[in-house]
């Protein structure tokens, strides 16, 4: 997308959440399962769209971070949608390796028992 | 889940978002659709696991909230999935109705196409 685009786009959202932030859930584009949940500030928003790979913002952290910098597996973007009230977006994305940073494939790894008991 | 599993559960998370809130995901337990992202305190939390209904805490009206409390579009939980840092849950589930206020099944049934344009 184009950076005329991404503004457009990036303007019509409601960062109403932490830090001027919206909730970002990544989800791959083939399985559907749910990766990972973060927040994007317009910045993070507007370079995941002119970049195709998902960048936040880290609220722990206070910066702005592209995905994959680090680890090399970056989660390159398919396709976006909205919700109602334009606080939270889902990436459909192609990971180029694991998400989350225990190796595990998806953030959400463990169901319930393994935590209650864990 | 009875009170004690409940408890033992929501004592391990970590509620660092808005107003002591962890993020809570949405999925349809057969499709893998992604039906809603919403807030939710100790108590939507303790509330979720002990009745098996979709429970949330309302960051703009301040308060808990049953949902389907009005519509009878309950959010029946059949499983859940909790990320690596503790901060945010998946629930699986069966809705009973649609699970977007507008009527559609999903709260993101727009694709950025969509809203750029809209």
Redesign the interface.
């Known amino acids: 997308m184009n950076e005329e685009?991404a503004k457009?786009?990036a303007s019509?959202m409601n960062f109403r959440?932490?830090e001027n932030t919206i909730?970002a859930?990544l989800?791959h584009f083939q399985?559907?399962?749910?990766l990972?949940?973060g927040n994007m500030n317009y910045e993070a928003l507007f370079l995941t769209?002119t970049t195709g790979k998902a960048h936040f913002y880290s609220l722990s952290r206070r910066k702005l971070w592209l995905k994959g910098e680090t680890s090399g597996n970056f989660q390159i973007v398919e396709?976006?949608?909205?919700?109602?009230?334009?606080d939270?977006?889902?990436l459909l994305v192609r990971p180029l390796g694991p998400t989350?940073?225990?190796g595990?494939s998806s953030?959400?790894?463990?169901?319930?028992l393994?935590?209650?008991n864990?």
């Open positions: 685009e457009a786009l019509k959440h932490e909730i859930v989800q399985t559907k399962d749910v990972m949940v769209l396709g976006m949608k909205v919700d109602c009230d334009e939270a977006v889902i989350c940073h225990t595990n953030c959400f790894y463990r169901d319930h393994d935590i209650r864990g």
